[in-house]
Antibody, heavy 125, light 110 residues
Framework: EVQLVQSGAELKKPGESLRISCKAS????????IGWVRQMPGKGLEWMGI????????RYSPSFQGQVTISADKSITTAYLQWSSLRASDTAMYYC??????????????????WGQGTLVTVSS | QSVLTQPPSASGTPGQRVAISCSGS????????VYWYQQLPGTAPKLLML???QRPSGVPDRFSGSKSDTSASLAITGLRSEDEADYYC???????????FGGGTQLTVL
């Protein structure tokens, strides 16, 4: 059974660093892109980026490029989302998602398919 | 402001048919498949529809999807109370080189 189990809720202060995790099991970790989606309180879904655990190829949404770091450790089938300096505006639920590759007539891309349970990050002084 | 446009809310009574629209552009819906996600209250999203109109295993056939040019639609027939949730459309955007979502539609079963 495919499972994505995320780390627990975090309460941090502005300026602090943070890394949250997503432990994958039940499938070949290096065969699927894995990524992160943000959901701010009462708002919709925002795609942040993905990583290929096999070769660490990482792609970011322009909105999140330079704001966060996505990484993965294939030896322990775990993906990470990291901030070096949190802001109050980073307060949100963060979901990891296994992505499935699909192809239209002109290119191939990755789409969220299976989701973790979410990690609530609260940044407040 | 989301790249894909959905109505913020929709409603229906049990047994009714309801449709949720999703509007995009040539760089996303017009070029690529549309996907739909269901987010029940307090839970993570779940993939409901892929490749415009294909249901993953376990999704009831009460749910159907369609796409025309730069718009898509999710239809739910035989509405049930357990369908009350937020529904999101999504597509790959060639210009942004990433996945874009609609703002979500909150479905209420009256």
């Amino acid at each position: 059974e495919v499972q994505l189990v995320q780390s627990g809720a975090e309460l941090k202060k502005p300026g602090e660093s943070l890394r949250i995790s997503c432990k994958a099991s039940g499938y070949s970790f290096t065969n699927y892109w894995i990524g992160w989606v943000r959901q701010m309180p009462g708002k919709g879904l925002e795609w942040m980026g993905i990583i290929n655990p096999g070769d660490s190829d990482t792609r970011y949404s322009p909105s999140f490029q330079g704001q966060v770091t996505i990484s993965a450790d294939k030896s322990i089938t775990t993906a990470y989302l990291q901030w070096s300096s949190l802001r109050a505006s980073d307060t949100a639920m963060y979901y990891c998602a296994r992505h499935t590759e699909d192809c239209s007539s002109n290119l191939c891309y990755a789409i969220p398919e299976r989701w973790g349970q979410g990690t609530l990050v609260t940044v407040s002084s | 402001q989301s790249v894909l446009t959905q109505p913020p809310s929709a409603s229906g009574t049990p047994g009714q048919r309801v449709a949720i629209s999703c509007s995009g552009s040539t760089s996303n819906i017009g070029s690529n498949y549309v996907y739909w996600y269901q987010q029940l209250p307090g839970t993570a999203p779940k993939l409901l529809m892929l490749r415009n109109n294909q249901r993953p295993s376990g999704v009831p056939d009460r749910f159907s999807g369609s796409k025309s040019d730069t718009s898509a639609s999710l239809a739910i027939t035989g509405l049930r109370s357990e369908d009350e949730a937020d529904y999101y459309c999504a597509a790959w955007d060639d210009s942004l080189s990433g996945v874009v979502f609609g703002g979500g539609t909150q479905l209420t079963v009256l």
